[in-house]
């Protein structure tokens, strides 16, 4: 009796073929089986409702205690729906042109509600929008947007990139000066510092990190684009397997920017710090200076991390002791120590 007076169900239905939804309000299963097939143009006789969140298939029961605007899929008999992985699967196998493929995974974006489904489809979406084949400012205008014009390659300004990032780490060895208060201290480390600074020009500021025209060896990427995160300073490997590629897309572009060259021993807690105290006692000729370089700028000690994998805390590891001094020096002094003598003045 009180089923005469039940209230009507809102809820959108769609194809398993097509995205557009329709609103649909029926007291109940049987009610909504006979207009969604009429809407959709279904035959009725073999067809079933599913969630389109999972595919789960609608029963009598099941439909009542649904909320109201509930997504589901109106099947034919033999057809089958697992949830959003059929409409990505939809997307990627249509003949559609890549521009269309966009449109589609917006549309699909837009009305998607579930968090995890959505990075699927905005991972998805980045992906559809890659246009790293092409190189050029003239081929690709949309991705040089925000870049100065002096820059006409991809290439060369993800190799300016790079070089603006190890040319600030040369900028903090700099800044390093003014904490310094004996003069002889002060300007033993300026000599220093100016020795690493011609060294980091000999090599270019390293700007081939980011440069996929770059030799492999020297090259953080692949020769499409793809950059791969190292994992944390205490790990091996990423172990969530980031990876981007920022000549893809002006989108990529600008999240790239967001990963860390991590330095694993820290540049301000212990390399500088360390070549400072080196430098108190110690003649600038005397210091393994190859040894801060590659501490400073190189990949025996930078790693490329995703923000997440980027961890801020202390990292408790310290400059090798036997690395900080020229080892030629140090064996003059050990010969020195035998004989009783005091080292020459140089």
Same mark, same amino acid.
């Given at each position: ?35 969604? !097939?009429?809407? %959709? ?8 409702? !599913? ?7 609608? #029963? ?9 605007? #509930? ?7 033999? /057809? ?15 003949? *559609? ?15 998607? /509600? ?18 790293? @084949? ?21 290439? +060369? ?19 390093? &000066? ?11 480390? %300026? ?16 700007? !081939? ?9 020297? *090259? ?7 950059? &791969? ?20 897309? *002006? ?9 860390? %060259? ?7 807690? &212990? ?5 400072? @105290? +080196? ?10 200076? &190859?040894?801060?370089?590659? %501490?400073?700028?190189?990949? @025996?000690?930078? =790693? ?25 020096? $140090?064996?003059?002094?050990? $010969?020195?120590?035998? =004989? ?7």
């Amino acid at each position: 009796m009180f089923g005469l007076f039940r209230k009507s169900k809102p809820v959108k239905i769609r194809s398993c073929s097509l995205n557009t939804k329709y609103g649909v309000a029926a007291k109940d299963l049987k009610e909504l089986m006979k207009k969604a !097939c009429k809407t %959709l143009q279904v035959p009725l006789v073999g067809a079933h409702v !599913c969630l389109y969140s999972d595919g789960t298939k609608v #029963t009598e029961e099941f439909f009542l205690t649904l909320p109201d605007h #509930t997504e589901l899929v109106l099947l034919s008999k033999g /057809q089958t729906w697992s949830g959003v992985v059929c409409d990505i699967g939809h997307l990627l196998n249509s003949d *559609r042109h890549a521009d269309g493929l966009i449109e589609a995974a917006k549309v699909l974006l837009s009305d998607e /509600q579930s968090p995890k489904r959505r990075k699927i489809l905005t991972d998805l979406l980045q992906n559809l929008k890659d246009r790293s @084949e092409l190189e050029s400012r003239e081929e690709d205008e949309e991705w040089f947007k925000g870049v100065d014009t002096r820059f006409k390659t991809k290439s +060369a300004y993800m190799k300016f990139n790079c070089e603006s990032r190890i040319r600030g780490y040369m900028k903090e060895v700099d800044d390093a &000066t003014k904490t310094i208060q004996k003069a002889k201290d002060r300007a033993e480390f %300026l000599k220093a510092s100016t020795c690493l600074a011609e060294k980091l020009k000999e090599g270019k500021y390293n700007g !081939c990190y980011f440069d996929r025209t770059g030799k492999e060896p020297d *090259r953080l990427c692949t020769q499409e684009g793809w950059f &791969t995160c190292q994992g944390s300073f205490d790990q091996d490997v990423c172990q969530s397997l980031h990876s981007i590629n920022p000549y893809g897309s *002006r989108e990529s572009r600008i999240i790239f920017s967001t990963w860390n %060259l991590d330095h694993r021993i820290e540049k301000k807690r &212990t390399i500088i710090p360390s070549l400072l @105290e +080196a430098l108190q006692n110690h003649k600038t000729a005397d210091v393994n200076l &190859t040894y801060f370089y590659h %501490l400073l700028f190189t990949r @025996e000690n930078l =790693k490329l991390v995703h923000i997440v994998c980027h961890k801020k805390g202390a990292h408790n590891l310290l400059c090798d002791a036997k690395k900080i001094y020229r080892a030629a020096r $140090n064996t003059d002094k050990r $010969n020195l120590r035998a =004989k009783g003598k005091k080292r020459p003045l140089t």
